[in-house]
């Protein structure tokens, strides 16, 4: 298969311009003959169906929540970056552009990049018009801070809550469309399949998370907002529902992955505290603009750290990066934390943790100021350490948080299959191999607001679209697929549950295609995971019954989708023979340790196709190609 990015050529300062101008547009009047389905109602999910209903379109939304307040994205923290240069610190949406496209290690499409940085000026305008309640000076102007991978401050934050206050701005922009009648929306609705009639997206398959019931819906268009697939570590930051079942299902029915292997495993966590934990707590980047970072000098030193003296702690991430200091991207400082560790340096019972000090920023700014910035933040941490971070510092440690990897997009957002558009994490993203904080949120919202709104317009003023019934086979070859799934996973009469297969599938993928990754790993990890999935089929034991509402049913079908996704990754992860961001191939690294890429032989965004259940899948590639940034050994220091 060839991949067509369609991204414009020329300059690339007026390429969205150019472009949205020879965008074929439907007249105002038409418009509601068009039936749009979208899949999520997060931040990417949530702008875009209510944009799409304010243009009037006809759109369905779907989520699997009781409500689209309760998407992931309500847990996002830190903020939302945007090239506004309200502190004339020297920002600039080119300034964006050239971060981003270093931050993710030359793995991105640059024409996508700049469009980002472009319209994430309006972005906050349009959250501003919403309501939404961003930090601000006394001045009045919209407050900024920073972030990792930048030496300016661009990162606009509603404490650290910056996603709940968006999502319910985006969440009022929805209702009101669903008041008006534009937007139909379906909670509790899992998708299980898509529908592909002549080649064309036409609608998806879902199962009532109520009832059982499984239903087909129809449309013109569908689009995907589902988010992303850290939960495939079974251990992450992601809330417990996130998952891949809609990606993955798409993929199946011919949609291209790019970059699985692309994962973001974010430095600032709390660290693991036992065999049976079920989640991770992540503690927002934006903490390491006050926050120093350090561990003991000395290897196995257990001093409480109080009473470690200044002489006896190494601030490495100051030492080691002196421009940046704590604020490396998360790729670096993730390595760096465990490289720490590793050498014996780490603190807390498990040795798995460096120290995040905020006694500095009290003493220089006071309790009161710290506590404004990042109040509900410490509070968290308190409640589930015991440990008072105004008192002691924090410990920390990288856990799974991101996926930069995801179905892959041209320019318009359309995946491989005409007709379905692919928003927000769930796409391959513009992030590259490593995407710095605070950019998911203003990729999502830019996905939602400003680019999807024009380029569906394109595809369906330009599609043929072709009258379908609900009984058209591929629908039938749908339902029956989704049921027969449902059907085997609770027929299985096996002995163990679904969380003990998906703790095991997940530390196979943390310890070998996690933070560091090797050849012989790699192999390992590909050939237990298709043991262990046969395993899964066999022995997993699923309780209640399908007409019921069934958590470890919908928990199943997951897990059975990220047996499959863990494959692949370790997959892509094999045949990526160079470090990149997140990617680091401990084969391939600079004498400094740091991630050394191979651009003659891996420029390119890997996108894979499925060929059918026991096939390889076919790799196809999409070379990059840099016209603006020139891709450099990143350096930090
Ligand atoms: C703890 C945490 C803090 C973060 N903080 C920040 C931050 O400060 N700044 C930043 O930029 N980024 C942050 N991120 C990342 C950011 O929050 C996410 O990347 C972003 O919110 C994803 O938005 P989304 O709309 O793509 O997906 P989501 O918000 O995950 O929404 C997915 C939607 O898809 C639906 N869905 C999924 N599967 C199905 C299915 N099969 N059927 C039906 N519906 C389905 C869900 O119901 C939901 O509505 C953070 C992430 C975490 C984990």
């Not at 060839?2 to 418009?31: C, V």
Request: hydrophobic share 40%; net charge neutral; proline share 4%.
């Amino acid at each position: 298969m060839e991949l067509i990015s369609h991204a414009p050529t020329g300059p690339i300062e007026q390429s969205w311009d150019k472009h949205k101008f020879e965008l074929k547009l439907i007249n105002p009047a038409n418009k509601r003959k068009y039936n749009i389905i979208v899949v999520g109602s997060g931040l990417a999910g949530g702008a875009a169906a209510a944009s799409l209903g304010e243009l009037g379109y006809n759109v369905q939304c779907f989520c699997f929540q009781d409500s689209p307040r309760r998407a992931h994205s309500i847990a996002a923290q830190g903020g939302i970056n945007a090239a506004k240069n309200y502190h004339n610190d020297g920002d600039s949406i080119y300034r964006l552009f050239y971060d981003t496209v270093k931050g993710g290690d030359f793995r991105a499409r640059e024409a996508n990049v700049y469009r980002l940085a472009q319209v994430s000026v309006n972005i906050i305008d349009q959250c501003v018009a919403q309501g939404v309640p961003f930090a601000r000076e006394y001045g009045g102007l919209l407050d900024n801070r920073s972030f990792g991978g930048a030496q300016v401050s661009r990162t606009f934050y509603a404490r650290g809550q910056t996603g709940q206050q968006l999502l319910l701005g985006a969440y009022q922009a929805l209702e009101r469309q669903i008041g008006l009648g534009a937007v139909m929306m379906h909670p509790r609705m899992d998708m299980l399949d898509l529908i592909v009639v002549d080649g064309q997206a036409r609608g998806i398959v879902t199962r009532n998370l109520y009832d059982g019931k499984i239903e087909v819906h129809l449309a013109d268009a569908v689009i995907l907002a589902t988010g992303g697939y850290a939960n495939v570590f079974y251990l992450s930051t992601n809330a417990k529902g996130c998952n891949a079942t809609a990606i993955w299902r798409a993929y199946k029915r011919g949609a291209l992955f790019a970059n699985p292997c692309f994962t973001q495993i974010h430095p600032t966590c709390i660290p693991v505290a036992g065999e049976y934990q079920s989640k991770l707590t992540l503690m927002s980047e934006s903490l390491r603009n006050d926050g120093r970072i350090w561990v003991p000098k000395q290897p196995g030193d257990k001093r409480a750290p109080g009473s470690i003296p200044e002489s006896d702690r190494d601030y490495y991430l100051e030492r080691r990066y002196p421009s940046f200091g704590n604020l490396v991207p998360r790729d670096i400082a993730s390595r760096a934390a465990k490289a720490e560790c590793d050498a014996g340096h780490g603190v807390g019972e498990t040795g798995l943790g460096v120290y995040l000090d905020l006694s500095d920023a009290i003493h220089r700014l006071g309790k009161h100021t710290i506590a404004e910035r990042y109040g509900n933040l410490i509070e968290m941490y308190e409640r589930i350490t015991g440990e008072n971070p105004y008192e002691v510092p924090m410990r920390i440690y990288p856990a799974s948080h991101y996926t930069m990897g995801g179905l892959w997009v041209d320019y318009n957002l359309m995946s491989t299959i005409p007709g379905l558009f692919v928003l927000g994490e769930a796409n391959f993203s513009d992030h590259g191999a490593n995407r710095l904080g605070a950019s998911a949120l203003m990729q999502g919202l830019a996905d939602g607001y400003f680019i999807i709104p024009y380029t569906i317009g394109d595809y369906l003023a330009t599609a043929k679209l072709a009258t379908v019934a609900a009984d058209v086979p591929a629908a039938k070859d749908a339902v029956a697929n989704a049921t027969a799934i449902t059907k085997k996973l609770l027929n299985g009469n096996g002995k163990r549950t679904v969380d003990s297969f998906h703790r095991e599938l997940g530390k196979i993928v943390w310890d070998n295609c996690g933070m560091a990754r090797n050849e012989a790993g790699l192999k390992k990890a590909l050939a237990q995971i298709p043991t262990l999935r046969e395993d899964f089929w066999k022995n997993v034991r699923v309780l209640g019954t399908n007409e019921e509402f069934n958590q470890s049913l919908e928990r199943a079908g997951r897990v059975a989708d990220f047996f499959e996704l863990a494959e692949l990754m370790c997959l892509d992860a094999l045949d990526r023979k160079e470090s990149c961001g997140g990617h680091f191939r401990e084969e391939y690294q600079t004498p400094e340790g740091e991630a050394l890429r191979d651009d003659a032989n891996y420029s390119y965004v890997a996108a894979w196709e499925y060929q059918g259940e026991g096939r390889a899948p076919a790799l196809t590639k999409e070379p990059l190609t840099f016209n603006y940034v020139k891709p450099s050994q990143r350096s930090y220091k």
